[in-house]
């Protein structure tokens, strides 16, 4: 993986010097989101902690895609090299680049590197390569000019836009705009980036794309129910075998699959493979071929998994790095709360172990104070029955929880019932004495009260 370096810089508009984490070889195969970075124009971007301007760090680039056999140099006009530098910093970085070779993968288009003039020059190559035709670019800028006509729309107005630009409504469409949020995100610009956010809710009500989005969606879910039950009922102590035969009865249905993937990932491990290659060895020669293809399907699929797994833990450390940068944290978490889940809260709680284990106080303080808003900010958040349900079970003694009980169980109605006992199926699994009888007092108390 091509190395993070660290820098001093002094910011463009407030001169205040701060440091910048940068890179000077981007590998499309090893690190994709850097190649996305670059294309987007972030790579090497840091905002000034101190005015929160974007300030991008100029520095000689090798930028290599050796499933392209893409070798491309940059060296920023701005740096003023010597020629003589800069074939020095090139031939440096190249030779990083084929040192890391696994043996064997050295190809003559190594010897000749590409020269790019300016980074849109870059960026021109590598879309290129990809197969991307200045068609393709225009399309993509007229998708950016109509979402900033929609951003710059009233209400009224943007209803009538959306159901005219119907037909440009696409999977592209959305992308774009979600790749937008984030640059607005990142350039600290909440107001934009949330109003990017109501627009697009509104494009998944009205045009026929988000439609068929949420039915897709709605079908999707259903599945993952279905197979939810049918896991469900295997039991908690099913083996491989069973799993096994679970998979095959779901062989010619992806989305069964796929979703059984997603629920069960631990099990199809290394063994879970080879036991099947056994059962592959053994069914009759007909039914060979099907299982093979299962076998390929289900390989894909975990690695797919893996993947996601990986994209949501680095969105988390991006939205993480976001709130950390910014002047304001309590804005751009109140903005990002839908974002904040399970995998956001694991990230956030490993960078305050990290940074305690680094006897790194401040930002351990920092990182703290940012889990203790948003702990706060969730709480809020909630139905009121769960803050009641909450404040009983973090009562210091019994009989503060039963005065509580006392004082306030008759200000709710029969939703709190069903808060405590869905509050009790949680718990049931966390084997807590303690806490389920707290709850089974709440319980009856709650009952006894709303009669
Ligand atoms: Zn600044």
């Given at each position: 993986m091509p190395k993070?370096?660290?820098?001093?810089?002094?910011?463009?508009?407030?001169?205040?010097?701060?440091?910048?984490?940068?890179?000077?070889?981007?590998?499309?195969?090893?690190?994709?989101?850097?190649?996305?970075?670059?294309?987007?124009?972030?790579?090497?971007?840091?905002?000034?902690?101190?005015?929160?301007?974007?300030?991008?760090?100029?520095?000689?680039?090798?930028?290599?895609?050796?499933?392209?056999?893409?070798?491309?140099?940059?060296?920023?006009?701005?740096?003023?090299?010597?020629?003589?530098?800069?074939?020095?910093?090139?031939?440096?970085?190249?030779?990083?680049?084929?040192?890391?070779?696994?043996?064997?993968?050295?190809?003559?288009?190594?010897?000749?590197?590409?020269?790019a003039l300016t980074m849109q020059g870059l960026i021109d190559q590598i879309l290129q390569a990809d197969g991307v035709t200045p068609e393709m670019m225009e399309a993509q800028r007229s998708r950016v000019r109509l979402i900033e006509t929609m951003l710059e729309a009233s209400d009224e107005e943007l209803e009538s836009i959306i159901r005219q630009n119907d037909a440009q409504i696409d999977t592209q469409f959305m992308q774009t705009m979600s790749l937008l949020a984030q640059r607005m995100l990142q350039e600290g610009r909440q107001g934009l980036a949330e109003r990017l956010v109501q627009v697009q809710n509104r494009i998944v009500e009205l045009s026929s794309f988000g439609k068929e989005l949420v039915e897709r969606a709605r079908v999707q879910e259903e599945v993952i129910q279905q197979v939810a039950d049918e896991v469900n009922a295997l039991g908690e102590n099913a083996d491989r075998p069973e799993f096994m035969d679970l998979a095959i009865r779901y062989a010619d249905d992806d989305a069964r699959l796929q979703a059984l993937v997603g629920l069960a990932r631990p099990v199809f491990d290394y063994q879970f493979f080879q036991e099947l290659q056994g059962r592959i060895g053994q069914v009759a020669a007909a039914?060979?071929?099907?299982?093979?293809?299962?076998?390929?399907?289900?390989?894909?699929?975990?690695?797919?998994?893996?993947?996601?797994?990986?994209a949501a833990l680095q969105d988390a450390a991006a939205l993480l790095q976001a709130i950390v940068n910014s002047p304001n944290p309590q804005d751009v978490i109140e903005a990002n709360l839908p974002l904040?889940?399970?995998?956001?809260?694991?990230?956030?709680?490993?960078?305050?172990?990290?940074?305690?284990?680094?006897?790194?106080?401040?930002?351990?303080?920092?990182?703290?104070?940012?889990?203790?808003?948003?702990?706060?900010?969730?709480?809020?958040?909630?139905p009121p029955e769960l803050q009641f349900i909450n404040e009983v079970l973090s009562a210091q003694t019994p009989e503060e929880a039963r005065m509580l009980i006392a004082q306030r169980v008759r200000d709710f109605d029969g939703h709190l019932l069903e808060?405590?006992?869905?509050?009790?199926?949680?718990?049931?699994?966390?084997?807590?004495?303690?806490?389920?009888?707290?709850?089974?007092?709440?319980?009856?108390?709650?009952?006894?009260?709303?009669?």
């Open positions: 993070m370096l660290q820098a001093t810089i002094p910011c463009i508009q407030c001169r205040q010097p701060f440091r910048v984490n940068f890179q000077n070889v981007v590998d499309a195969k090893q690190d994709p989101q850097a190649k996305m970075r670059l294309l987007t124009g972030q790579l090497n971007m840091a905002q000034c902690p101190n005015c929160g301007a974007p300030n991008t760090m100029l520095t000689p680039l090798v930028y290599h895609d050796p499933t392209k056999e893409l070798l491309i140099t940059y060296v920023p006009m701005e740096l003023n090299l010597s020629k003589e530098a800069q074939e020095k910093a090139i031939g440096d970085l190249v030779k990083s680049v084929t040192s890391e070779l696994p043996q064997g993968a050295f190809k003559a288009y190594l010897l000749q590197p590409r020269q039914e060979r071929p099907k299982l093979e293809a299962l076998r390929e399907k289900l390989l894909e699929l975990t690695a797919l998994a893996d993947q996601q797994t990986r904040i889940d399970v995998t956001f809260m694991q990230v956030l709680s490993a960078n305050i172990q990290e940074a305690e284990r680094r006897g790194d106080a401040r930002t351990g303080e920092r990182l703290k104070t940012i889990y203790n808003q948003i702990v706060g900010l969730l709480q809020a958040n909630m808060a405590i006992d869905a509050v009790e199926d949680q718990v049931a699994e966390q084997n807590d004495p303690a806490l389920t009888e707290r709850l089974n007092l709440l319980r009856e108390e709650a009952a006894q009260a709303l009669g």
